[in-house]
């Protein structure tokens, strides 16, 4: 029985992953063996030719959705870190609605905030700017990390709170020295998560930045596309390099994200 399930798990792990590699294989693969029939299951005859555009048209959008994921992983902790101590800690009047508005934020559509950001930044002159889309992806994030903060502080027992004012540290160095460094777990999974919804964000980007000088790769690959002529090579090989932050991340930071999505599920 054993023995089945184990083949049944690679089986449904091939086939999630197959697209994975189908993407690898085409950016392998020629112009003129695109539309073969049937595909070639494997880059015979390969080219090189779409990672070369990437590296001679790619770079700069690579570069712009490096800020942008900083930048929005560094304005949604200083939102969010705060909000999470407060809400778990300092218990503020009105914490409970404002946890209830948190959660109702996240099923707000995405579009619908693009449209709601359009106009506002229209009137303000951020539109078509790196900081505009920092700041339309952090409200995305900034509900989720302040919840899953919430949650992970709410488990900091109050004793290690006291001793800290008992030596007479008031709320906000209590904060910094002593909240902040026990939530590194839950900091890391919030800048994780962060980081890759702002690198992989689309509605913003196509509605925010259509026009700017300085856009994000996900703008970059729809370069490629034409209406008589789609690059898609370049357009899988810019795909492989894009993933490729997300995959390094992913895989130093899973022993953290590992505990930092499990904090305060259960009390001791």
Do not use: C
Not at 238 to 249: D, E, F, R
Request: aromatic share 10%.
């Amino acid at each position: 029985m054993r023995h089945w399930r184990t083949g049944a798990g690679l089986l449904l792990t091939a086939v999630m992953l197959f697209p994975v590699y189908w993407m690898i294989n085409v950016s392998f693969t020629r112009e003129q063996d695109m539309r073969k029939s049937p595909p070639n299951w494997l880059p015979i005859n390969g080219t090189l030719d779409g990672y070369r555009a990437v590296l001679d048209q790619q770079l700069p959008y690579l570069g712009i959705s490096l800020v942008v994921g900083l930048g929005t992983v560094a304005l949604t902790l200083l939102v969010a870190a705060p909000a999470g101590y407060s809400l778990a800690k300092l218990r503020p009047r009105g914490g409970g609605a404002l946890s209830f508005v948190l959660l109702v934020a996240q099923m707000i559509p995405g579009i619908i905030m693009a449209m709601g950001f359009y106009a506002i930044f229209l009137n303000t002159g951020m539109l078509n700017t790196v900081s505009g889309l920092i700041v339309a992806d952090s409200t995305l994030a900034v509900p989720f990390a302040a919840l899953i903060l919430t949650a992970f502080m709410s488990g900091i027992p109050e004793e290690l709170l006291q001793a800290a004012r008992v030596d007479g540290a008031g709320v906000m160095r209590t904060f910094w020295s002593i909240v902040l460094p026990v939530s590194r777990n839950s900091l890391i999974t919030v800048s994780l998560f962060t980081f890759l919804w702002a690198w992989s964000d689309f509605i913003f980007a196509s509605t925010l930045d259509q026009g700017g000088d300085h856009q994000p790769i996900t703008l970059g690959i729809y370069h490629y596309i034409g209406n008589n002529n789609q690059e898609w090579n370049a357009i899988m090989a810019t795909a492989v390099i894009a993933s490729i932050p997300a995959t390094v991340l992913l895989i130093i930071a899973q022993r953290y994200v590992a505990a930092g999505v499990t904090a305060g599920a259960v009390k001791d």
